[in-house]
Antibody
């Protein structure tokens, strides 16, 4: 069965960077896009962008341009999302999700930004 | 930036029909998708490409589109349908995806 397993919760200080991993299993990793979505407590989901694991092509949401980087390691069937220059407003649960339109989702990774 | 607009809340009694609207300028040309989300859980896709149901989604969930408005209809709403619902689509370029602000559906 399709599974996306994300790395554990992180606590970061303002100005730092965070890198979240997303390990895929149950399907051929290179065949499906990976989207990244975040959700702050009490807020709706916010699309961050997507990556084609086969080509490495990426599209970033305008709100995150210049601050977010998607990457992958195809030999490990793992996608990564790195967000830099963190601020308190970046505190949220970060999800990876498979598909051009997300259908299978990871369990989420809580990133807390606090001094 | 592109926006999808939803009502903050909809309330129905069990067995009634719930309708949740989503408006966006690009919807006449771009597909609408709908997600259901319960507290503490990841979103679940309930409608794709305007009006198609993924396998496992009950037939009481239906999607429709008219001009710049997409609508999620839940016929005979049940208590377990109580959740937040989000529409999802892309701007006219097809490159920037966005979620609607969400609608809290109450069934009681």
């Amino acid at each position: 069965q399709v599974q996306l397993v994300q790395s554990g919760a992180e606590v970061k200080k303002p100005g730092a960077s965070v890198k979240v991993s997303c390990k895929a299993s149950g399907y051929t990793f290179s065949n499906y896009d990976i989207n990244w979505v975040r959700q702050a407590t009490g807020q709706g989901p916010e699309w961050m962008g997507w990556m084609n694991p086969n080509s490495g092509d990426t599209v970033y949401a305008q709100n995150f341009q210049g601050r977010v980087t998607f990457s992958r390691n195809t030999s490990k069937s793992t996608a990564y999302m790195e967000l830099s220059s963190l601020r308190s407003e970046d505190t949220a649960v970060y999800y990876c999700a498979r598909g051009g339109v997300p259908e299978y989702w990871g369990q989420g990774t809580l990133v807390t930004v606090s001094s | 930036s592109y926006e999808l607009t939803q009502p903050p809340s909809v309330s129905v009694s069990p067995g009634q029909t719930a309708r949740i609207a989503c408006s966006g300028d690009a919807l006449p040309k771009k597909y609408a998708y709908w997600y259901k989300q319960k507290s503490g859980q990841a979103p679940v896709l309930v409608i794709f490409e305007d009006n198609k149901r993924p396998s496992g989604i009950p037939e009481r969930f239906a999607g429709s589109i008219s001009g710049t408005m997409a609508t999620l209809t839940i016929s005979g709403a049940q208590v377990e349908d109580e959740a937040d619902y989000y529409c999802y689509s892309t701007d006219s370029s097809g490159n920037q995806w966005v979620f609607g602000g969400g609608t809290k559906l109450t069934v009681l």
